[in-house]
């Protein structure tokens, strides 16, 4: 029988800094309109696939909740499947949750949240993007940094924007910097990473003169001003000098906000733990860096995109995190952000060596079903069968295998039954993985025949069969947030909105009061004054 926790001890959860995680087992857009604070977005249908790495510990107290669609009940179902032993349903509901405290829109919150919260009160500078624009064709001494992923700046990115991910700021600042004279415009698509890498840059204690572009890319659209797209300037990594530099800024900031460093005695130790403490073991470098070569054990979360979006990666509030890099930058840099959104946060020291065989719980690996398995063979020589795809409704736009239909994960057991004829129903998903981990609920929803093609779409295209655009809905397509800050097309009510509602986030952080977040000001002036 499924327990049940209320809306008040989860919430003294958070506010006493104890570990739990909240999962939210509806689609992305309805999550995206509307939920807790922290909560996680694991829509019901995905939970074997997306889980497991935000909750690494078995043992770890979990709690999922809707909003009366009936998926929590499943979802605790699957979750015990897997493994894990401490499973809570809301009681309540999303419903239930909001009658105590404040509910959210959009996603990745917790850091959005946190930016402006850094900017009200370090009063982060910035100018318009009018303002900027004009600096721009008047000044030669300008560099303009992109905070965001390499394939967003490729995207769309502003005049003389070279890209430089948040997480990689200092570490190659002097590379791209070389002049304390040269004035450094700081930008990304809204406001979160031009405010958290400007105001990084700012607490490093360079030299230069650092504004933001206020309201990313959005606010350069809605001037009506003109972005480039297409572009591939990146800052190159840095010489050992300047990386030397950034390293002793780096090592002044991380010392005053209180960043630890531990080594690999006291990793292996913390790993020792991590069957009652959950822990996580990431390193911050770019990904090209950690393709070539990484501790075993450590994920890839480049160190900018996990202060923007933490809930990506760490999916336990409460738990331990350790961080890797290989130049003493950027791993304290990224600590120094997670410390004080309330994270329990310690920096790998790069001058110790990762303890072989460290001692991880062993997190439990999905084996796809043997039953029901199919090739692409085996689906050209069925009678009469009816694909549905399970991929997101972005992806099947693109593309998928000819006469195909969309259908929702979450809700897969009701809107098959819709399905006209009485051959067979084959599930397939971009890799093959959704469609397998969720023949099972398809096969007890209709009498039909029910099977998964393996490799999915992905096979069906390396063996050489075309795709198609034309689209059959079989389920609303409300599985993504069309996020109003990425892509060229928004329409402008939708970024003003985004912009209005992020403004408005430091007042629901005040009202809601579970956050544990703390912005460290710079008195490291002050404190040699009167020292």
């Known amino acids: 029988m499924a327990k049940f926790i209320t809306a008040r001890d989860l919430r003294q959860h958070w506010v006493n800094n104890l570990e739990i995680a909240l999962l939210d087992v509806r689609e992305e857009g309805p999550y995206s309109e509307s939920h807790p ?17 935000l909750v690494p510990r078995l043992s770890a107290p979990i709690v999922v909740y ?99 991910p948040g997480g990689e700021l200092l570490y190659r600042f002097f590379e791209a910097v070389p002049s304390p004279e040269t004035t450094v415009i700081v930008n990304c698509a809204g406001r979160t990473r031009s405010i958290v890498g400007t105001q990084s840059l700012i607490n490093s204690g360079i030299p230069n003169k650092v504004v933001a572009l206020r309201n990313g890319t959005i606010g350069w659209t809605l001037e009506g001003l003109e972005l480039e797209t297409e ?9 050992g000098e300047a990386s030397e530099k950034a390293r002793k800024y780096a090592e002044s900031w991380a010392n005053h906000v209180g960043v630890s460093c531990i080594d690999g005695e006291q990793l292996a130790q913390f790993a020792a733990e991590s069957e009652v403490r959950t822990l996580y073991l990431l390193d911050v470098r770019d990904p ?120 929702s994960g979450p809700e897969l057991t009701r809107d098959l039954r819709a399905v006209d004829g009485d051959g067979p129903i084959v599930l397939t998903s971009p890799d093959g993985d959704l469609a397998s981990i969720n023949i099972d609920e398809a096969r007890n929803s209709v009498a039909r025949e029910v099977y998964y093609l393996v490799g999915g779409t992905t096979a069906w295209v390396a063996a050489g069969h075309p795709l198609e655009t034309e689209s059959r809905w079989l389920s609303q397509p409300i599985d993504v947030y069309k996020r109003p800050y990425e892509g060229t097309s928004n329409a402008r009510k939708d970024m003003q909105g985004y912009l209005d509602w992020e403004y408005g986030l430091v007042a629901q952080l005040a009202n809601d009061g579970v956050a544990r977040f703390h912005v460290k000001r710079d008195s490291r002036l002050q404190e040699q004054i009167t020292s």
């Open 288 to 407: 090209e860096e950690y393709a070539l070569g990484h501790p075993a054990g450590f994920s890839n979360a480049p160190g900018g995109q996990l202060v923007q979006a933490t809930d990506e990666w760490v999916g336990v509030r409460g738990a331990r995190i350790v961080l890797y890099d290989t130049d003493g930058v950027r791993a304290r840099m990224t600590a120094s952000w997670l410390l004080q959104l309330g994270w329990e946060v310690y920096v790998f020291e790069q001058r110790s060596l990762v303890p072989n065989g460290l001692l991880l719980p062993k997190i439990p690996s999905f084996y796809p079903p043997k039953s029901g398995a199919i090739t692409i063979n085996d689906l050209q020589n069925t009678t009469g069968p009816t694909v549905i795809d399970l991929a997101r409704s972005p992806s099947y736009r693109q593309g998928h295998i000819p006469g195909a239909w969309f259908a």
């Open 37 to 53: 604070l922290f909560a996680l977005s694991v829509p019901v249908s995905e939970i074997e696939k997306k889980l497991l790495p």
């Open 66 to 164: 809707d909003d009366g669609e009936g998926y929590a009940d499943r979802a605790t179902a699957r979750i015990l499947t897997l493994g894990y032993r401490d499973v809570s349903i809301l009681k309540g509901g999303l419903s239930g949750y909001s009658l105590v405290g404040e509910v959210y829109r959009d996603v990745n919150v917790p850091s959005k949240a946190f930016g402006e919260l850094v900017e009200s009160i370090n009063h982060t500078p910035s100018l318009s993007a009018r303002e900027i624009n004009d600096v721009l064709n008047r000044d030669g001494d300008i560099v303009v940094l992109d905070a965001r992923r390499f394939e967003e700046y490729n995207t769309m990115s502003i005049p003389r924007g070279r890209s430089c």
């Open 231 to 239: 572009k591939t300037e990146r800052v190159p990594r840095p010489s």
